[in-house]
């Protein structure tokens, strides 16, 4: 009994080896470090980093460059972009932007995401973010996003210590209070 066990074990890990060799057969080699942070397939859990998964490639490009290139700022980001080369980058940002956004679950208050939503309606944001907060090239999806990461964003435009968009984000956040910004979190948060 006990080496039908051990022998079931061997096969269980092969087996769970097999499954990640084919799951990830089409990641790009960088991309191993990304979802130690990001998540599997970039869907992250971590509530302030986020997700990759079905955002734009453009995007996701342009901030790898703006963080090698020091427009944007962060403790872990900018030494992992440091060396990349252009096509490393790109084909992170395809890779990312293929994956499916994973629901998080989030449970948004109702009362907030009809806030959320006058709010939007009231700023534009769709102007820029289109319908269902999709996004457009370098214009990201946020639809989905991780609450606090959402929140966090905000806060960083508002506060000026995010500055990498054309201005539009630092002149819309300003405008926006701690109550404001919740709401459009729960609102933002919530869609998928």
Same mark, same amino acid.
């Given at each position: 009994?006990?080496?039908?066990?051990?022998?079931?074990?061997?096969?269980?890990?092969?087996?769970?080896?097999?499954?990640?060799?084919?799951?990830?057969?089409?990641?790009?080699?960088?991309?191993?470090?990304?979802?130690?942070?990001?998540?599997?397939?970039?869907?992250?859990?971590?509530?302030?980093?986020?997700?990759?998964?079905?955002?734009?490639?453009?995007?996701?490009?342009?901030?790898?460059?703006?963080?090698?290139?020091?427009?944007?700022?962060?403790?872990?980001?900018?030494?992992?972009?440091?060396?990349?080369?252009?096509?490393?980058?790109?084909?992170?940002?395809?890779?990312?932007?293929?994956?499916?956004?994973?629901?998080?679950?989030?449970?948004?208050?109702?009362?907030?995401? @009809?806030?959320?939503?006058? @709010?939007?309606?009231?700023?534009?944001?769709?102007?820029?973010?289109?319908?269902?907060?999709?996004?457009?090239?370098?214009?990201?999806?946020?639809?989905?996003?991780?609450?606090?990461?959402?929140?966090?964003?905000?806060?960083?435009? @508002?506060?000026?210590?995010?500055?990498?968009?054309?201005?539009?984000?630092?002149?819309?956040?300003?405008?926006?209070?701690?109550?404001?910004?919740?709401?459009?979190?729960?609102?933002?948060?919530?869609?998928?």
């Amino acid at each position: 009994m006990k080496n039908l066990s051990a022998y079931g074990s061997r096969l269980l890990i092969g087996a769970m080896f097999c499954c990640t060799a084919l799951c990830f057969a089409d990641m790009p080699e960088q991309a191993a470090v990304c979802v130690a942070c990001h998540g599997p397939n970039g869907n992250s859990s971590m509530p302030n980093t986020p997700s990759l998964a079905g955002q734009n490639a453009r995007y996701i490009y342009l901030q790898l460059r703006d963080f090698q290139e020091g427009r944007r700022q962060n403790a872990m980001m900018s030494p992992m972009a440091a060396n990349l080369t252009r096509d490393e980058m790109r084909a992170l940002a395809t890779y990312f932007s293929e994956q499916k956004l994973s629901n998080k679950n989030f449970r948004a208050d109702p009362e907030k995401v @009809k806030l959320g939503l006058a @709010k939007a309606e009231e700023t534009l944001c769709a102007m820029c973010h289109l319908g269902e907060f999709r996004g457009q090239n370098e214009i990201p999806k946020v639809a989905g996003q991780n609450y606090d990461y959402i929140v966090k964003t905000l806060l960083d435009f @508002k506060a000026k210590s995010r500055t990498n968009d054309a201005g539009n984000m630092t002149s819309v956040a300003n405008t926006l209070s701690p109550t404001d910004i919740e709401n459009l979190a729960h609102y933002i948060a919530g869609l998928n």
